[in-house]
Structure formats: C-alpha cells, structure tokens
C-alpha cells in the first residue's frame, strides 16, 4: 500500500523524503544512498568551480536527474542579496525554477534570518522561482512567507546537522493546523527514523534531511530506515490514530473466561 | 592575441584577449552544460556562451553545484 504524493506548486514528487547531497564518506555511497531512501527529489549547493583543483568526478556523475529533481539551495547566504543571487546561479546551472532559500542569521546555530527570507522570497517568487524556504518553527513566520508566495514552508525541527529531534513538537503541531494551503515539509535537526515517523504522523508533508543520512555509521541502510520511516507515519497519519486514554481497555471479551 | 587580465573567482588570470565564456569554459576543461556563469554581476544564459565576448579585468564567477543539504 502506498501513500499519496506530495505535491509542490502543482507539480507531483511520489516520495515525501527530500535528501541532501553532502557530507557523505564517497560519492558513491551517496548514489546508494538516495537510491535506497526512494527520494524524488535531492537538495546540492551551488559553489565556485575550483580552480587550482583538477577535476575529478562531478557530484552530476553520481545523480540520475532523469529520476530525482535538483533542488539548488543557497546555503552559507546571511543576506537576501546574496540568497537572491545564488539562486538565480543555481537556476542557470540546472535549468529548474525550484530552490530551496536560506539566509542565515546566526552561524553557531545556523538559525534563518527571518526578516532577510521574506525579503528574498518575495524578489524569488516575482522572478518565477518556486521558492521553498528554510525557516524556525514560528507560525507567524511561517505565514509571512506563505503570503510572501512560497510554495512551501520548511520549518526546522532542531538546528541543521544536530540530529536532535524535534525539539518544540507544539510549535511544529500549530503550524501543521494553521497553514493548509501549502505543504510544510520539516527540513533540518531529524537524526533517526523514529524523529521523521513522528513529523510525518503529525500530520507534516515531507521532511529534507541530508546528515541524519549522510552521517549514519551505514548511510545506505539509513537510507532505507528513513524511507520506511517517512511512509509508516504517513499512512499512520492517514489512517487516524487512536485516542490516548489513561486507563486500560480490554482488547478480548470480558464474558464467557473459565473459571 | 595580447593577454588580458580577467578576475575569474575572485582572482587575476590571464586570457587570450576576445576570448567568448565558452572558450573560457572550454581552457577550463569545464562542460557548458553543468556550470553558471556571471560576468559583472549579470548571470549569462547558456546558448550566450559562445558570442559572450570577455573584456580586461571583467569580474567572471563559475559556478557549479556540489553536495549539499
């Protein structure tokens, strides 16, 4: 049984597990990886080609973009000048509307700059970019940037790369409730299969994590883990979960015991 | 052809004077194909590679992506 897709500005992505292409010990392991986690959609950097470098194998080498769509981000960007600009590079290097917008506030926590997203999401999203940003797990946020025109919010569940958990579950559960027009796809701090089966039961549309992957002891078989997770708390959400009751009820007939 | 000193990535090099992007790209050992290119700040589209037309100190960023989350 398979869950239904997620769908992002009117185009249809059959898995909801976005995954990151760094950080990983081989390129080769990488290619395994997002194969095994059945993504339909990877997130790269855009950088300066190296020069003094000779060139080695390309990351494009190693990803089947016939099969999974590029999602550029703009990483390392702390204003919405720079953002803007990385994201039109990353357009013109891989010919897609898409991108996944950061602007960093802070480098000890990587935490967004707000006020600098909204700016460049609204410059994005006039230029007919499909702009999903990366933003803290604030509602009123949240909406600024739904109103902005991103095509989804991506709120974190704890800092990029922490492997924390979801560290403010009511904050994640007000903005699933209040913004439904739009997917919210949970991007950052997810360290291992039970934190993304909780995100999506919750109710959230896809989750984006690249080192709870990437720095796995095995990244293939985490891979795999996250792919099953993602799907369990789907269809879990899906199906509807029971009620939490504080007391037992008997799960077998309470007549006809021997006694 | 006299050299030319371009800013390519933020630093000095020298290139045949008239030289287009692609054959920039081309000295590189760079495919077209998987790079950006910004000349003074304007991002050039591809199929402008080959008439874009490189000056003394034009300021050319190549970017490519790499892994990332």
Redesign the interface.
Known sequence: MKSDALTIAGRSYPSRLIV?????PT?EI?KRAIEASGASMV???????E?SRR?GP???DFIDTGKVA?L??T?GCSTAEEAV?TA???????LSDLVKLEVIGDEKTLFPDNEGLVQATRVLVKEGFTVLPYTNDDLVVAKRLRDAGAAAVMPLAAP??SGLGVQNPANLRIILEEIRDIPIIVD?GVGTASDASMVMEMGADGV????GIAGAGDPVKMARAMRLAIEAGRLAFEAGRIPKKLYATASSPVEGIVR | MADMTIV????D?AAPAGASVLGLLET????PG?????VNGR????EDFPRAILRESDRV?????????
């Open positions: 990151g292409t760094g950080k990983y390129l990488m997130t790269v950097a855009v950088r300066r080609v020069l060139s390309s990351l494009l590029l550029p981000n990483a600009r039109r590079l990353g357009r013109e290097a891989g990029i790369g950052a984006l994590m690249n080192t | 390519l990535n933020g630093q090099r590189l050992g760079l495919a998987r790079v950006a290119v910004e991002i050039l589209r591809r960023e190549v970017v490519q992506f790499v892994g990332g989350g």
